[in-house]
Each structure stands twice: as structure tokens, then as C-alpha cells.
């Protein structure tokens, strides 16, 4: 028993559990900001509208996450983009982005 426990608690889940998409739009969370590491910009993506299970775990949606501005600049899909913060709202000029960095102000 403290031999199985030992090996669940050893780095074999994701770094950082995040609710499931159906749990996020259930609790009013409907924009996802994303952070492009390539142009430095803060973009919302609408939780309704994207194409995956509502069990996926919000963490999961990253590494299908692309940069429009970047990919066109580059000629293929750029991917390096950071989940920043579940959000109620777009980012507006009344409701600016997240910070994510510390430090970064």
C-alpha cells in the first residue's frame, strides 16, 4: 500500500490539475487568456465554441493553442502559447490581461 502511494505521488500526473472544461463553463468561466510567447500577446478564447470533450482537463487545451499572427509571419502553425487565467470576460480596456510572470507589471 505505501509502495503504490510512492509511486502515485511521483511526478506521473500533469504539473499543474486544472478543472475540466464542462466544470469551467458550469462555474461562469467562459473566455480562456492565452499568452503567445512568439509576439508577447494576450488573446481570449471562447470555452463555448471550442471542439473537445467537456471532460477535458483545461490544461490539456494548450498544446492545441496557435498563434494567428505568429503562424502567418512564420509560414506554419506556431505553437508556443502559455494558458494564462480562466476569465468571465474578454480582455477589454476596462478589463485588462493577467499578469503571469512575477515581476511583470
Known amino acids: 500500500m505505501i509502495r503504490s502511494a510512492g509511486r502515485r505521488g511521483c511526478c506521473k500526473g500533469p504539473a499543474q490539475p486544472s478543472p475540466t472544461l464542462g466544470d469551467a463553463l458550469n462555474a461562469g468561466y467562459t473566455y480562456l487568456e492565452v499568452r503567445c510567447l512568439g509576439c508577447d500577446t494576450h488573446q481570449t478564447v471562447a470555452l463555448d465554441i471550442v471542439r473537445r470533450p467537456k471532460t477535458t482537463p483545461i490544461h490539456e487545451l494548450e498544446r492545441y493553442m496557435r498563434c494567428k499572427d505568429c503562424s502567418e ?15 468571465r470576460n474578454k480582455i477589454s480596456a476596462s478589463d485588462p490581461p493577467s499578469y503571469w510572470w512575477p515581476g511583470e507589471r
Open 73 to 87: 509571419v512564420r509560414g506554419y502553425p506556431y505553437k508556443r502559447s502559455y494558458l494564462v487565467a480562466l476569465r
